[in-house]
């Protein structure tokens, strides 16, 4: 059975929005960072230590309203949803991916301790049940593959994962 409402989240640099953009055409996907980044109503203040805007979760929910689709965001597993997709990667590749992005050095580095800590998959079993929650790799797979698997976890055509992926060598 196909879900209404999926949220695609993860630690940033796991590859969630190259991912979703492949799914465009057959759903309607909602980036929330690029929404939350163009409307001052949906942040409430900039964390100079980590440059990043501090979300207004209220006001991101009443401006979303009555969405249907797939919401691709670190934060999309806050939000109602029928299924969390949760993409992992390894840590090093995250960092790395971060630094290449222009991100600091710091902040690579504790994205890739919350990635090697569950810290996402946690939150989003503990808001949404280990039933509803599809855990995907993405350290060695291509973004088609990617789009693949969470393609399959909004169609109902794998079982739930959580709990599947261990970075812990990496601590």
């Keep these: 059975m196909t879900a209404d ?3 695609v989240t993860g630690t940033p640099g796991t590859g969630k929005s190259t991912a979703t953009e492949l799914l465009a055409d057959e759903y309607d996907v909602i980036h929330l960072n690029d929404r939350i980044k163009g409307d001052d109503d949906l942040w409430t203040e900039r964390d100079a230590d980590r440059d990043t805007l501090v979300a207004d979760l209220d006001a991101v929910r009443e401006r979303l309203g009555d969405w249907s689709g797939v919401l691709d965001s670190h934060l999309a597993h806050r ?4 299924r969390v997709v949760v993409l992992r990667c390894h ?4 960092e790395t991916r971060l630094r290449e992005r222009g991100e600091s050095g710091a902040t690579a580095e ?3 301790e919350s990635e090697a800590l569950d810290v996402i998959l946690s939150e989003a079993v503990g808001e949404h049940g280990v039933e509803n929650v599809y ?3 993405t350290t ?7 789009a ?3 393609r399959a976890a909004i169609e109902g055509d794998r079982e739930p994962s959580a709990g599947t992926v261990d970075f812990m060598d990496y601590i």
């Design 5 to 7: 409402r999926v949220a």
């Design 110 to 112: 504790e994205n890739a």
């Design 91 to 94: 840590p090093e590749t995250v």
């Design 148 to 150: 693949d698997e969470i």
């Design 140 to 146: 060695d797979r291509d973004p088609a593959a990617v």
């Design 135 to 137: 855990e995907i790799d």
């Design 79 to 82: 939000f109602d949803v029928d």
